[in-house]
């Protein structure tokens, strides 16, 4: 029997804050397309109730990460693998995930995007765990701001890949700082824009 996830952000609470995401990048791309890659597989039901709260012209792509052991000269090491990236060049692109931790995978995908020549690049995700992070990345627009502390639901799942059908986000692990987290908006100082952006 899987335990019951703790209930940290309510399925009322997600949709409230992804409403405002959606308005607030509907504002801030008033009269221009934008191009939204999704992060999946944890994104992929964020990223759907995203793209139907912009009033905009969207056209969304897929992106896969994964993680692979390899071996180079003797060491071993751990790198992330992406499918091939969308051709955006002299687009307005919105990066899409869930979760954003550490900010390792996401940090590697959005250089490779912008290898692309975009017009723009933003970032969007859910939530948002700076005490976590390991590189210097911020996102644009986010949901919430608190620990990950295991947490599943909406797209999130745990080791087994079970959880993500639940309506609402919450956690694996009781904890005093999974209770965190109730802020959320716009990060204006983390933009992260290609040279010629508006």
């Not at 956690?171 to 508006?198: F, I, M, V, Y």
Request: with cysteine; proline share 4%.
């Amino acid at each position: 029997m899987k335990a019951e996830p703790r209930v940290v952000y309510s399925k009322s609470r997600v949709a409230a804050r992804v409403a405002a995401m959606g308005r607030a990048i509907s504002r801030d791309y008033a009269r221009q397309d934008l191009d939204v890659v999704i992060l999946i597989e944890n994104a992929f039901i964020f990223g759907a109730d995203l793209v139907r709260s912009i009033a905009v012209p969207v056209a969304c792509h897929f992106v896969r990460a994964e993680l692979r052991d390899i071996e180079m000269s003797g060491y071993a090491r751990r790198e992330v693998f992406f499918s091939r990236s969308p051709a955006l060049k002299g687009r307005n692109v919105l990066l899409v995930d869930a979760l954003l931790r550490t900010g390792v995978t996401l940090d590697f995908l959005a250089k490779r995007l912008q290898e692309t020549l975009p017009r723009s690049l933003r970032i969007a995700v859910l939530i948002n765990a700076p005490s976590e992070r390991r590189v210097d990345l911020g996102p644009d627009y986010f949901g919430f701001v608190g620990a990950s502390n295991q947490l599943v639901g909406y797209g999130l799942a745990d080791r087994q890949g079970h959880y993500r059908n639940l309506g609402f986000v919450g956690s694996l692990k009781d904890s005093p700082s999974s209770r965190r987290g109730a802020r959320g908006g716009k990060d204006t100082r983390a933009r992260r824009r290609a040279s010629g952006s508006r």
